[in-house]
Nanobody, 116 residues
Framework: QVQLVESGGGLVQAGGSLRLSCTAP????????MGWYRQGPGDWRDLISI???????YYQGNAKGRFTIFRDVAKNTLYLQMNDLRTSDSGTYFC??????????WGQGTRVTVSS
């Protein structure tokens, strides 16, 4: 079972910023595209952003221009810089491989709450 540890969430006012971090085993980073998923009030998780093994990135429409995904392979850490946060960005954020069909387990996630 792969250990994924997310951190960096918190309570922030609308317009503020947060940087999320995710650590995973070294082989995990080197062999997989990875992404950040957001879970809202239900069980459904939306894929917010992706970074592949050659550092190409993708962003969901609402995240484009506000969020930046990047990784530090030497530190086995994935990041999500979130700027200009909106209340609709609230949720629990998880990192994991992409596509979701490859996922075998989830970390505990990190909670983001954006107040108006």
């Amino acid at each position: 079972q792969v250990q994924l540890v997310e951190s960096g969430g918190g309570l922030v006012q609308a317009g503020g910023s947060l940087r999320l971090s995710c650590t995973a085993p070294e082989s995990f980073f080197k062999q997989n595209a990875m992404g950040w998923y957001r879970q809202g009030p239900g069980d459904w998780r939306d894929l917010i952003s992706i970074i592949n093994t050659v550092d190409s990135t993708y962003y969901q429409g609402n995240a484009k221009g506000r969020f930046t995904i990047f990784r530090d392979v030497a530190k086995n850490t994935l990041y999500l810089q979130m700027n200009d946060l909106r209340t609709s960005d609230s949720g629990t954020y998880f990192c994991n491989v992409v596509p979701e069909q490859k996922i075998t387990s989830w970390g505990q996630g990190t909670r983001v709450t954006v107040s108006s």
